[in-house]
């Protein structure tokens, strides 16, 4: 087995600092990317949520609209448009 100079381990020692510090720069990188696109996502499904209570809330609306107007009817306090 041949044996490695210090200078060869020096050598293979600054490569591999120099591989690190463009692993870690790559890995930044994506991470950002990653970050905001898991923001864009959060923003989107919070809209989605409030148009999704936008419209249950509607619905509520619509229905106690309808029971109020089940009740006029069959009480006979109803005028008609027409």
Not at 22 to 28: A, F, P, Q, R, V
């Amino acid at each position: 087995m041949p044996k490695i100079s210090i200078e060869e381990l020096k050598i293979e020692l600054e490569k591999s600092k120099k591989e690190i510090v463009l692993l870690n720069s790559k890995y930044e990188v994506q991470v950002g990317e990653l970050k905001k696109e898991v923001s864009y996502l959060k923003e989107q499904l919070m809209a989605q949520q409030d148009m999704l209570k936008m419209a249950v809330d509607y619905a509520d609306k619509l229905g106690k609209e309808l029971k109020n107007l089940k009740k006029r009817i069959d009480s006979g306090n109803f005028q008609s448009i027409h």
